[in-house]
């Protein structure tokens, strides 16, 4: 649903979304594999346990799902797993309207950061998250993928 003010609104997935999310992470992520040798993990994510979990939400513009992010409350920080923006409506805010969801919610539940990871081989998402203040707090190889964890304190900010 589109919200009043024709903004973006975002709203939980439902098991209706998922095959609509699994296309949009299809086209997002398509451009990566070549760069590290297979599909990065968000192709293949079981978006209905995720769904089922209440883990997910989309973000809607122009009457339908533009794409979505799966994310959680950890003990010291909300988690973001994974975003997705179809490759049509990238540079239109919605990544950054999904981030502003995820501040929102860990204010919500009093948590004082966000933590997220991107695959080392996506540098422009590093650069992108390093521009919105996320600090990097460490690197792991994780199933076969050379992640960079990042953490960005709200602490400063307000929703």
Known sequence: MQAPNDQPSIRTATFDDVAR???IARAAYAKYVARIDREPAPIGADYEGEVAAGRVVVVEADGS???YMVAWPEADAYFIDNIGIEPNAQGKGLGRRLLEHA???AH???LPALRLYTNAAMTENVSMYA???FVETHRLTEEGFDRIY???DLSERRP
């Open 21 to 23: 999310i699994r296309l």
């Open 65 to 67: 799902a533009r794409g």
């Open 103 to 105: 501040a929102s919610e």
């Open 108 to 110: 919500r539940l009093r």
């Open 131 to 133: 521009y919105l203040g």
């Open 150 to 152: 990042m953490r960005l």
